[in-house]
Structure formats: structure tokens, C-alpha cells
């Protein structure tokens, strides 16, 4: 006789935990900081030490700082002296520009800041055509704005250019030129043409080679002496070229790292529909690599970005100089450290935003492998 089998389930279920309902900040402690005796005590001495380390900072900079104020004398000298910083606010931000065209300046920086919240604010319309007059248009404004000398614009050169002005400046130029000089030079290094392969090697192998101070030394101090005596070029542009250049090097690496995870497949596929070598690129090779290498994008342009305090070698005060001129004056000496303290949180603000866009970018690309 056949056993029956009884498809009801006869022994009862152990009784489990409930499930946690803990949520806002006591949850998120107590699953992430103290959720067991060992993580509690590591995360309790690690507050301690952090809250005695960035105490004093928080007293020097903040509760015991002076704010207001135009000379020295308005500072009691307990804690950070910010008025150094408010006296010399327009120099840090204009430099040299005179003051009468300096509107010219707050309109560029007023249209950069609506052109880049226009690409990253995700549901604004007509990004094609933004994102187009950006890289087309915009640089002929901001570039007929800030040097004039067109349609009845003072003309300001660029040596009378300095100061966070400046340092934006050359960011972008160089942001903007980098980026693709270094896809066709990744492009190039694995091209199957020996002479186009050949150059793009021996450019990035050269460029990588050699400092950046070096870069900007030559530009600005040898160059002239190769060059004929009638041609004149301009410091500031000079300065431009070498950091697009040494930067552009390196960018073509991080490009070709991308390259090279892509399966040689996409680009069979590619071939297998009729498609030719740019359109392939365009359209199937690119798209992909440039994705997987977002972080060393822009790893690289936080780096340029940083690395434009160098210029101050050849002349050009951007906004760290700037500071450091203005701690020469004998009517703030002895507020270096405010300076510095100021012109870190300015640098930090950008590389963090662009540390943070680039993340949103990431989570928003993956679309899994």
C-alpha cells in the first residue's frame, strides 16, 4: 500500500527576531555605529579624538573670529581674522581687472553658473542645444567679455587678469581642451597606423615625462626665443596650451584604460552592422569606455584644477597668489594663516563638487555589465 504523503506542514516555525523599525538617526547609530560592543567602543574613542582634534579649529575659525570690520584693529586676535579676507574680497576675486569693467566678469560667471546648473539639473529641456552653445558659444562671449577691446568694451589685458577669476579660467580652458586631445590621443596609441601611433606614443610619452613647472617655465621663458621676434604670444595663452597639453597626456591614458575594458566584441558587432571606424567610436566604443572610466576623469580634473596655482611661477597671480601678495602688505601682516585657510576652502568647494557630480553621473550610467 502506497504512503500517503501529507501536504500540510505539521511542525510549527522557530520563532525569529522582529524586524527593525528603528529608523532616522537613532537607527542609523545604532545599526552603524554601535551595533555591537566592539563597534560602539572604536566608534565612542574615534568621536573623542575627533571632537578633540577639530574643537580648537572650530573655536579659532568660527566662535572666537572677528568678521566685521576694514583694518586690523578690528580683530582682537583671539581666534581667525576674517576681516583680512572681506578687505581684500574684490582683489581675491578680480585681481588686477579694473573696476569699472569687473561687470563684465560677474555676467561670465553668471552665465557659467546657469549653463553648468542647466547640464546637471537632470529634467531641464533642450540639453543638446545647451550643452552646444556652452562649448561653441559661450567661449566666444566670455572670451569678447573679460579681454574687450570689441564693440566698445575697454580693453583689459590678461596680465591685468588674476585672482579666482583666473583660476577659473585657466580650469576651464584647460577642462575643456584636455578632454578631447586625450580621446584622440588614446585613440591614436591604439591606432594600427604606425606613424599616427607612433606620434600619439612619443606626444604622451614626452608630455608625461616632464613636470608640470617645467611645462609652464618653458612657455613662458624659452618659447619666446624660438619663436621670430614679430610674433608675439601671449602669456596667459601660452600658459593655456602647456597645461591643455601636459594634462591632455595624461587624460589620453585614462581614456585608453577605458578602451582596453571593452570587449572586442561591441566593436565586431559594430563592424558586423556596416558601421565605419568613427561611427563604431561614436556611437559603440566610446560611449561605454568613457562610463567605466568616469573617476579618472575626473580624478584628472581635480588635479588640473589644483595645479593651477603653479602659474604664479610664470607671473600670473591667480587666487592663491593673490593671497600671498596681499600678506605682503605691511597693513595685514601676520594673517597668513587665514589666507591659506580660505583660499583650501574655495579649492575644496570645487574639487568636492566635482567629486560629487561625477558620483551622481556614475549611479546614473550604471546600467550593470
Not at 528603528?22 to 537607527?27: A, E
Not at 566608534?43 to 582634534?53: A, C, P
Not at 581674522?81 to 581684500?88: D, E, K, L, M, P
Not at 580624478?299 to 596681499?326: E, M, P, Q, W, Y
Amino acid at each position: 500500500m502506497a504512503s500517503t504523503i501529507n501536504p500540510v506542514r505539521t511542525p510549527m516555525i522557530e520563532a525569529r527576531q522582529p524586524p527593525n523599525q528603528s529608523r532616522g538617526l537613532v537607527g542609523w547609530l545604532r545599526a552603524n555605529l554601535f551595533s555591537s560592543p566592539v563597534n560602539s567602543i572604536v566608534s565612542v574613542v574615534t568621536i573623542v579624538l575627533l571632537v578633540r582634534l577639530i574643537w580648537p579649529f572650530l573655536e579659532w575659525s568660527l566662535f572666537d573670529a572677528d568678521w566685521l570690520g576694514t583694518t586690523r584693529e578690528d580683530c582682537s586676535g583671539d581666534g581667525a581674522c576674517w576681516v583680512f579676507i572681506s578687505a581684500r574680497f574684490e582683489s581675491i576675486v578680480y585681481g588686477f581687472y579694473p573696476d569699472v569693467a569687473r561687470w563684465r566678469v560677474d555676467i561670465v560667471f553668471a552665465l557659467m553658473a546657469l549653463l553648468i546648473a542647466w547640464l546637471a539639473i537632470p529634467r531641464l529641456p533642450v540639453k543638446r542645444w545647451v550643452g552646444l552653445f556652452t562649448l561653441v558659444g559661450f567661449p566666444v562671449i566670455a572670451y569678447f567679455l573679460l579681454l574687450g577691446g570689441s564693440f566698445g568694451l575697454l580693453y583689459v589685458p590678461t596680465r591685468e587678469w588674476g585672482g579666482l577669476m583666473l583660476t577659473l579660467t585657466i580650469a576651464t580652458v584647460g577642462i575643456v581642451g584636455s578632454l578631447p586631445l586625450g580621446v584622440l590621443l588614446a585613440l591614436g596609441r591604439r591606432s594600427k597606423m604606425p606613424l599616427i601611433k607612433g606620434v600619439s606614443v612619443i606626444f604622451i610619452e614626452f608630455w608625461r615625462g616632464v613636470p608640470l613647472i617645467t611645462v609652464l617655465f618653458m612657455a613662458s621663458v624659452m618659447l619666446p626665443l624660438f619663436v621670430p621676434s614679430e610674433i608675439e604670444f601671449d602669456k596667459l595663452l601660452r600658459a593655456l596650451i602647456g597645461i591643455m597639453f601636459f594634462w591632455s597626456a595624461y587624460m589620453a591614458e585614462v581614456v585608453r584604460g577605458g578602451l582596453q575594458a571593452i570587449d572586442k566584441g561591441q566593436n565586431e558587432a559594430g563592424q558586423a552592422l556596416g558601421l565605419g571606424y568613427w561611427r563604431r567610436m561614436a556611437l559603440i566604443i566610446l560611449p561605454q569606455a568613457l562610463k567605466l572610466v568616469i573617476p579618472g576623469i575626473v580624478n584628472t580634473f581635480i588635479a588640473l584644477f589644483k595645479d593651477t596655482s603653479l602659474v604664479l611661477i610664470i607671473g600670473l597671480f591667480d587666487l592663491l597668489a593673490i593671497i600671498r601678495a596681499g600678506l605682503t602688505d605691511t597693513n595685514w601682516l601676520g594673517f597668513a594663516m587665514e589666507g591659506y585657510v580660505f583660499a583650501a576652502l574655495v579649492f575644496w568647494i570645487f574639487c568636492f563638487g566635482m567629486s560629487r557630480y561625477s558620483q551622481y553621473i556614475e549611479r546614473r550610467l550604471h546600467t550593470g555589465h
